[in-house]
């Protein structure tokens, strides 16, 4: 993960998926931006608050063309997820906490508590609930993969039937694989 460093020339492109609407904002160092919902129009709203500068690209664009089929394919099959080049925006704690998001693997689930200690800030959990509600690159930054203590799901930015469903159909990708 590449930490963010402009606001100049990010380009957004949205597409349909298995968890319907997605939005990939792509930066010149890389994805910025990876929303979920079910409104295109409230996708494009999202962007702008997030990325005021930020402007429509199609399918004619190559680059964005790319990144919304790669993103794509992550939805469908986490299991399989490409390096994706990611340029991130955020507090050195965010990013430490993003980057121990990306080492959980496929089918797993980890609580906030082990999380917190994972990152070495056993006492954080709120400050690691609350970076894993600003991250911004949905999937490919697997905050769906952090559970409550209870082992009930908790909030999720892109809403909690999205982050059933990836669940689900991550840890049927894990079964299989065992059997």
Known sequence: MTPFRHRADIRFITGPSGLGMVLVALGPEGLVGIMLDTDERALQRAVMAAFPAARAGGADDAALAQGLAAVTACIETPWAMPDLPLAVQGTLFQLQVWQ????????????YGELAARIGRPGAVRAVAGACAANRLAVVVPCHRVIRTDGSLSGYRWGVARKQALLARERAWRAGKKG
Request: charged content about 10%; overall charge positive.
């Open 100 to 111: 121990a998001l990306r080492a959980i693997p496929c089918g797993q689930t980890v609580t």
